[in-house]
């Protein structure tokens, strides 16, 4: 594997840049491996390069049906935060912010976390109030953050309507300034670069049709490539884990839903952090080539349609358009969507399946892309060890039975 | 923008319409032993399926649910009949 | 470059206009592009590529330009990002290219392209890592972008937004989309053609004879025939998407700085007939202004009038090209045709090409024409789930096998030859399918070649070379997705319209498969950039999210109130135009010593009817209902499945089957929802009725020591007094004659009454009420004073004390959950592990010392000692001017054990002491309310 580095690029500048290597290889599938993981994601690259570099575990195949980080790591928004209210969150999600910190340097490959700050808009006084609940959470919980008085988000967002008729008028905000966004195929590529060098087997165009199971245990993955064994098998298949659920007999508290997203022309620097108008349900950022990027709510009809559904389009555009007027003349290039799927408190599951030997990392929601580190840990650890690492504790199946419920958007009116 | 043909009301923007679950689901009985697996199965667990599915609907002009089968990818709507008859 | 006399069949000669370009004056005609008026004027820079700052000029005539992006300027409006192609001159523009500093000519930044070799694709991937990534971002981040916006906006910028349907909607008016308009207007069907161009034709001027016709005048006279039969036409007007159940959405131009309409048609099937474009070559030097599409000259010759130059070198692969050539011959083009496979071409020139190079050989030329083939423009086909096919004779993606809703014909159909496509043309217009022809043009292909010499772009606009391309699947970025967006091929503006085929061909030969095998990336909407407020439209201002308005609201307004959002109607806060907090205070206090009159009109009023009404009320409530007597009122809770306090209210049982639900008036609509889902889905619908007669009920609220008092000078015929109407119960009464409901409810804690009465005569009884408060100085109080009064009593407001982990027994109301006998709604998850946790939050009181201020509202009570953890939050606080003192309700973990407490309030970092008290602070044996 090539070394990345500015001597390295500048070498092979002068040299025609005949001399890199591939980033990852084409394997063909081994009949057996000690790991299989299930979805060539963000979240299952990660968990087979911490597999490989925490756990000593290498003989691990990544089976992706399509190209690898096709699915919602190649289809969000990129933001990255962890402005949680429950501890059990701002844990998890603080642990991700602060491996994407190092990211970088640990995969050798530039993820452009771009740690711009992650603001979130109150549009009334009662909004203040929770805003208020919500920064002094944060605060307890160790995640760094401010309040922001209506001056304050105006001096740093001019680009937010501040006009006397504004539907819902500015009143303040609250931020987390290590919250941002990263180079969402860039953290793909990255984590398969890595996990490719440490011997992981990225098997791409490799569908699975079926889970083999022996005496109720999962055994091995029936795929488009033939059978593969191993008695570990990992799924992180956003957007398609209810179908997974099925091929192996169960069911899973998901409903899966289109989320789209949207860019804009390039454009000269005009928005520098990442804005959530709660009013609005919209939230935008500005992307380093110039594109204004921004999404909203989930469609409103479950779908596996990756594409997008003109009302809530329109709901979207026209939101960001009230919340910042002066975009009305920037133009639309493209919008997309991916699948979401949603559990009942939009937190996600992590920990066995109930089917032996089948563990599950899945019902991220809307909010998958900045948790990819530590759920590719997380999920790591519980493979390698079968223990629960202790921040993935709460996240477990089993909470929909203990009604120990984690649903930020119960304490904190901040949506996933 | 997709169609839905309410059973009262004829086609219909879908704006209209709610998502209301899927179909099929029975309340347990609740003066009886329930236990907390039935429980969860019964509040949480969804089908979720993947192409043909059977959902209930709610068009909110007229207040009525209704059973609608779709395809969930290609968004088809492959019918729709009252609920009531069903019940 | 110059303007032919005799050609230019759009152009209004006798309507010069003027404009400028990066500051110079210039000079064109009405019906000019701003490309075409800059090319009659010699003008060949017209732009730079977005990352090595190159020279760029026009390859296209339309929309498949990836060049010419300018910010233009017109009556003090300016756009960013206009495409100089496609937008029409008008006098008085002022345009500039947008990625250049002074102007396009003399870039300062062109400097950038020295360093290119180290700046192939990905570059950014492998570098900048060390230290960190944010040092050089802001450098890269300046860099970057395109046109400037400011962020002032455009104040009658503003879309119009039209639904429409047609029997036949035919996209494009080229000469087949004009062919089968025709027809199916003539055959009766009802048809909208849009065009988006200003004048319809399509490439059809380049033809010179349609069916033995001069061009312009057949395609006029199909317009008319058209317009004859009843078709309609949109004109400068792009079909961009195709959505869910065949919603094809469009925007319709206009003239400059006004916001396109957004058109959302729906047709019984749609004929695409968008056409082709030219496909550009891939050799040395391929970027430099002057080496344009043939096609896209010949476009330029017959619309406008322009010749590109006097002299060329073509360089074409197929016959296509052969009736462009003859066309800009016949105007005085000089030609030269060079075999667009030699090996070692190059285009030369310093800024701007200077001809061809070719085996040590110069061809000296202004521009070079190129063109490698035809690429139908198949987006929306894709866009409709239709598949494509590749064809070898083309080298093309055709549109493949039928779609039920959609037609594609001509071009876009890959049917190149005039006559098959007006074949077509007319078979689609009559609903008929037609089998396309085998095309009579011959190609030979000519693809990109891996390993050759020299700096061959792919995609002008963002600078992807064939090198690029080459080190992407050097390093396995090799399926097309991959590819992407790894060199950022056709991620441009013109998303890939004229550099995604190159693009797959090198990497097929590159990994030794076909152009099909590598496949193509999604075609995704909208098919040209499209302003956001083609969206917005009308959803703007008070429009956005409309609020509810009181039916007393003119009353209110006459009072001074200040009117704000509550829960989604617009009701007072407070009166006056003083402090807001001084009038809070006196309407607290006026309240408690007098009476304060409340418009209440939003509180829900759901009636729920029938023979099993009290069942099914007894079901959806947590409380027990069975045993509410006529004329009685009880409180209650709605939970939500999942155990959830849902919302809470009162319920008056009017008469045995017949109940009154009062709901809070935020979750109304929510509620009437619920309550239609359980009574639908689980009862029987033929034995419940439910009839939500909010908005047509205005109530009054009367609360205070002296509100019997008023009600007694009311008028009204009705004992009010505390034994004919104690706490709890309601009478039915009228009010002028019209009926009037008198509840004895209180949420302020003192004696209150509520008087509903049909909407109409509200105004009438409020300006009776207020009359006779006046005289006993009561007087309108709003939503901030009962806010205070509630939270002295200690009753909640649900989403601002409770939040969406609170259960009943949070909140005091712990015995249904225990006793209630009859299933209801939530029960059993009011009995999981999380509902029987000795640690749940509570509803609690906080108090402070007296003469200290107020708690925070979102404050904390934490644990003391380290590893601080919070145990909760205050939820509501408030000066009492009543009580003279701070009071708060928190919501804090097991603290009902805790009464008595002191705990630490952390808010933004520093503490504060509040003792852990009940939470009802005013009034504890209830003497006021029961008064």
């Known amino acids: 594997m090539s070394h990345y580095s500015a001597f390295r690029l500048f070498r092979e500048g002068l040299r025609g840049q005949k001399g890199w290597t591939p980033a990852w290889r084409m394997p063909a599938p081994k009949p057996e491996y000690d790991v299989i993981i299930i979805g060539g994601g963000g979240h299952g690259l990660a968990t087979a390069y911490y597999l490989a570099k925490q756990h000593g575990i290498k003989r691990v195949a990544v089976l992706e049906k399509g190209w690898l980080g096709g699915g919602n790591t190649g289809r969000n928004t990129t933001a990255i935060r962890s402005n949680y209210f429950y501890p059990e969150s701002a844990a998890l999600y603080d642990f991700s912010v602060r491996l994407y910190e190092g990211l970088s340097r640990d995969l050798n490959y530039n993820v452009m976390f771009s740690q711009r700050g992650m603001m979130v808009t109150a549009h009334s006084e009662h909004d203040l109030e929770m805003a208020t609940r919500q920064y002094n959470a944060m605060r307890i919980n160790g995640i760094d953050a401010e309040m922001l008085t209506a001056a304050e988000v105006r001096a740093r967002v001019p680009l937010l309507n501040f006009r006397a008729d504004a539907r819902h008028p500015i009143h303040g905000a609250v931020s987390q300034p290590r919250g941002g966004t990263g180079r969402h195929d860039a953290v793909a590529w990255g984590y398969a670069r890595g996990a490719d060098t440490r011997g992981v087997d990225i098997i791409q165009n490799c569908e699975v049709l079926g889970i083999q199971k022996e005496a109720g245990r999962a055994t091995g993955v029936t795929t488009t490539r033939g059978d593969i064994r191993a008695d570990r098998i990992g799924a992180t298949v956003a957007g398609h884990s209810s179908v997974l659920a099925e091929l192996a007999g169960f069911k899973l508290p998901i409903h899966s839903y289109a989320l789209q997203a949207f860019v804009s022309e390039p454009i000269k620097p005009i928005l520098d952090t990442v804005v959530l108008c709660p009013a609005f349900g919209t939230y935008v950022s500005q992307s380093d080539k110039g594109g204004i990027v921004f999404g909203g709510g989930l469609d409103r009809i479950p779908s596996y349609g990756q594409r997008g559904n003109m009302p809530v389009q329109e709901d979207v555009v026209g939101a960001l358009v009230e919340m910042m007027p002066a975009l009305a003349k920037v133009k639309l290039l493209r919008h997309w969507g991916g699948i979401v799927d949603v559990t009942p408190d939009s937190s996600p599951i992590i920990g066995p399946s109930g089917v032996e030997g089948l563990y599950l990392n899945c019902g991220w929601g809307t909010g998958g892309f900045k948790a990819i580190p530590a759920g590719g840990y997380m999920l790591a650890h519980l493979m390698a060890t079968g223990q629960h690492h202790d921040l993935s504790r709460p996240f477990d199946l089993d909470r929909f039975t203990t009604g120990r419920l984690i649903d930020e958007s119960a304490a904190s009116g901040i949506a996933h | ?87 | ?931």
């Open chain 2, 1 to 87: 923008m997709q169609i839905f043909p309410c059973p009262f009301c004829g086609p219909r923007d879908e704006r209209e319409f709610h998502f209301a679950g899927e179909a099929g689901k029975t309340r347990p009985d609740t003066t009886g032993e329930v236990s907390p697996d039935d429980w969860a199965t019964y509040l949480h667990m969804h089908r979720n399926e993947k192409g043909r599915t059977r959902e209930v609907w709610v068009h909110t002009p007229c207040a009525e649910m209704f059973i609608m089968e779709r395809n969930s990818v290609t968004m088809e709507v492959l019918g729709t009949e009252c609920l009531r008859a069903k019940s």
């Open chain 3, 1 to 931: 470059m110059r303007r032919l006399d005799d050609k230019g069949a759009v152009i209004d000669r006798a309507k010069p206009l003027n404009f400028t370009f990066d500051g110079k004056p210039y000079q064109g005609f009405a019906g000019d592009t701003l490309a075409s008026a800059l090319m009659a004027n010699g003008v060949r820079i017209v732009g730079r590529s977005f990352k090595y700052h190159r020279p760029r000029g026009f390859w296209g005539a339309w929309v498949d330009d990836p060049n010419a992006i300018m910010s233009v300027t017109l009556n003090g409006i300016e756009l960013p990002n206009c495409l100089a192609t496609t937008t029409y001159l008008e006098n008085g523009m002022e345009a500039r290219a947008v990625n250049a500093w002074p102007t396009a000519k003399h870039d300062i930044k062109g400097g950038l392209d020295l360093f290119h070799r180290f700046l192939g694709a990905g570059f950014y991937y492998k570098t900048f890592i060390w230290p960190d990534w944010h040092l050089f971002e802001p450098m890269i981040r300046k860099m970057a972008g395109l046109g400037a916006v400011t962020p002032d906006h455009l104040d009658e910028f503003h879309s119009d937004q039209i639904h429409d349907h047609c029997d036949t909607l035919i996209i494009g008016g080229g000469a087949s989309g004009l062919t089968a308009a025709r027809v199916a207007a003539e055959a009766g069907q009802n048809v909208v053609l849009v065009d988006d161009q200003a004048q319809p034709g399509g490439s059809s001027y380049q033809t010179g004879t349609i069916a033995d016709t001069a061009a312009a005048d057949w395609i006029a006279a199909q317009m008319a025939a058209i317009k004859t039969a009843g078709g309609r036409v949109l004109h400068q007007t792009t079909a961009y998407g195709v959505y869910d159940h065949g919603l094809i959405a469009c925007v319709e131009n206009g003239a400059f700085g006004t916001a396109p309409r957004l058109w959302r048609i729906r047709a019984g099937r749609a004929v695409l007939a968008t056409g082709a474009i030219d496909r550009p070559l891939t050799f040395a030097g391929n970027d430099k202004p002057g080496v344009m599409s043939l096609f896209a000259s010949a476009e330029y010759l017959v619309r406008y009038g322009v010749l590109a130059s006097d002299n060329a070198v073509v360089l074409a692969n197929h016959s296509m090209a052969k009736e462009a050539v003859a066309t800009l011959t016949a105007a005085g083009m000089a030609i030269t045709q060079i075999d667009p496979d030699t090996p070692g071409l190059k285009a030369g020139g310093w800024q701007v090409t200077n001809g061809i190079s070719v085996s040590g050989r110069h061809h000296p030329s202004d521009v070079v024409l190129a063109t490698s083939g035809l690429t139908p423009l198949v987006h929306l086909w894709r866009h409709a789930g239709g598949k494509l096919t590749w064809d070898d004779a083309r080298q093309a993606f055709l549109p493949d096998g039928q779609l039920s809703n959609m037609q594609a014909i001509g071009a876009a159909n890959g049917t190149f030859d005039l006559n098959h496509a007006l074949d077509e043309a007319q078979a689609a217009g009559l609903g008929q399918s037609h089998p396309r022809q085998d095309t009579s043009h011959h190609l030979t292909p000519v693809w990109p070649k891996p390993g050759s010499k020299g700096r061959q772009w792919i995609d002008f606009q963002h600078d992807v070379t064939l090198k690029d391309i080459e080190v992407a699947a050097r390093e396995n970025y090799v399926s097309v997705e991959h590819l992407k967006r790894y060199t950022t091929l056709g991620m441009a503006s013109d998303q890939g319209k004229t550099s995604n085929m190159a693009g797959l061909a090198a990497m097929a030969t590159l990994k030794g498969a076909t152009i099909p095998e590598i496949g193509t990336t999604t075609f995704r909407p909208p098919f040209v950039p499209i302003p956001l407020e083609v969206y917005h439209g009308a959803k703007t201002k008070q429009l956005y999210h409309p609020v509810k308005r009181l039916v007393l609201e003119a009353r209110h307004r006459d009072a001074d109130a200040a009117l704000c959002e509550y829960g989604g109607w617009l009701r007072p806060g407070w009166y006056g135009n003083g402090a807001a907090a001084d009038h809070i205070r006196d309407e607290a206090m006026t309240a408690r010593t007098t009476a304060g009159i409340l418009d209440g009109s939003p509180l829900g009023k759901i009636e729920v009817m029938g023979p099993d009404a009290e069942a099914f009320v007894n079901f959806v409530f947590y409380n027990t209902m069975t045993t509410l007597k006529p004329g009685h009122i009880r409180y209650g809770f709605l939970l939500t499945e999942g155990g959830i306090v849902y919302d809470d209210g009162v319920v008056s049982r009017i008469d045995n089957d017949r109940f009154l639900i009062s709901c809070s008036s935020s979750h109304v609509d929510g509620v009437r929802s619920l309550l239609e889902n359980w009574r639908q889905d689980g009862n029987n619908p033929d034995r419940i009725f439910i009839h939500d007669l909010t908005m047509q009920w205005a109530t009054i609220t009367v609360t205070g020591p002296k509100a019997r008092d008023i009600l007694n000078g009311l008028d009204l015929d009705a004992d009010v007094s505390a034994d004919a109407l104690p706490h709890m119960r309601f009478i039915e009464t009228h009010h002028q004659g019209h009926p009037l409901r008198i509840a004895r409810v209180s949420f302020s804690g003192d004696l209150s009454f509520e008087l509903s009465i049909p909407s109409r005569h509200a105004p009438n009884l409020w300006d009776k009420v207020t009359a006779v408060a006046g005289t006993m100085d009561a007087h309108p109080i709003g939503i901030e004073a009962m806010s205070i009064l509630r939270a002295e009593k200690g009753y909640i407001m649900v989403g601002k004390d409770t939040d969406g982990e609170t259960m009943p027994q949070d909140v005091g109301f712990g015995i249904p959950r225990r006793k209630k006998t009859n299933a209801f709604v939530g029960d059993r998850s009011l009995h999981t592990d999380k509902a029987n946790v000795p640690s749940r939050k509570v509803l609690v009181g906080l108090s402070v010392p007296h003469g200290e201020p107020p708690l925070v509202t979102g404050a904390h009570v934490v644990t003391d000692g380290a590893n601080q953890r919070s145990l909760g939050y205050v939820t509501s606080s408030y000066h009492s001017p009543f009580l003279s003192r701070a009071i708060a309700l928190g919501m804090i973990e097991g603290a009902v054990e805790r009464v008595g407490d002191e705990v630490t309030v952390w808010h933004d970092g520093s503490n504060r002491r509040a003792r852990i008290v009940s939470p009802c602070f005013l009034d504890p044996n209830g003497e006021r309310l029961h008064a």
